[in-house]
């Protein structure tokens, strides 16, 4: 049986890890980012990944990718633009254009994607706010109330919805581990909290 994942920020960082993995894993893997350079290297050598360059802040954009790329059984969200600085000393122009991509570009996501899923009543859906900035940031907590408003509204429709919290530095591939084991628990645990290894003594014991 085919399957199909959609990967948003998938030209640089955890979104292109997440593409390869799910390649790599036989997954059908739609990429989508506006790098298209950075695309490219992500579909390197990988005959199941579809590269599309997409603007996800635009809902026209998102549902014609979602068009062609047909049912999609996973999305894995992870594009995100980092806040410039210190919250005091932030710009207008600047929130608005992180709030544009993380907020808005969750919601054209989602709204294109969750409704075939509840659809078949089937599905994996990770949110994934804090992928270029600090799990602290405003536009990371509206992305996480939303994950509560989604379950809230929408929760044991046979949709797994998860919302990723990882802290800075922390390495994506232990991210996506996370995530995977995420998948065992039970359903409205929706956040997932990632750590990453504190101690040098921890963090050997972990590579071996």
């Known amino acids: 049986m085919k399957r ?10 955890l979104g292109a890890m997440a593409a390869r993995r799910l390649a790599a894993a036989a997954w059908d893997v739609v990429a989508v ?3 298209e350079l ?3 290297k992500t579909a390197q050598r990988s005959p199941n990944t579809h590269m599309r ?3 996800v802040t635009g809902p026209d954009a998102v ?3 979602l068009a062609m790329a047909g049912p999609v059984h996973r999305v894995v969200h992870a594009a995100s633009a980092a806040p410039p600085g210190p919250v005091l000393e ?4 600047e929130v608005e254009d992180v709030l544009r991509t993380n907020v808005l570009g969750t919601l054209s996501v989602v709204q294109a994607t969750l409704p075939g899923m509840l659809e078949r009543r089937a599905g994996e859906l990770f949110l994934c706010p804090d992928a270029s900035g600090p799990p602290a940031s405003p536009s ?4 996480a109330a939303y994950a509560d408003a989604l379950w809230a509204e929408h929760g044991g429709r046979g949709v797994t919805l998860r919302c990723v919290h990882a ?12 995530m995977d084991r995420s998948l065992a628990r039970p359903a409205p645990d929706v956040h997932v909290r990632v750590r990453s290894a504190r101690r040098p003594l921890l963090a050997a014991l972990a590579r071996r």
């Open 140 to 143: 990371a907590a509206a992305a």
């Open 63 to 65: 549902a014609q990718v």
């Open 53 to 55: 360059v997409c603007d």
């Open 33 to 35: 980012d506006v790098d």
């Open 4 to 13: 199909t994942a959609l990967v948003t920020g998938a030209a640089h960082g």
């Open 38 to 40: 950075g695309l490219a």
């Open 90 to 93: 932030q710009r207008l122009d």
């Open 167 to 178: 802290e800075a530095g922390t390495p994506h591939g232990l991210v996506l581990d996370a």
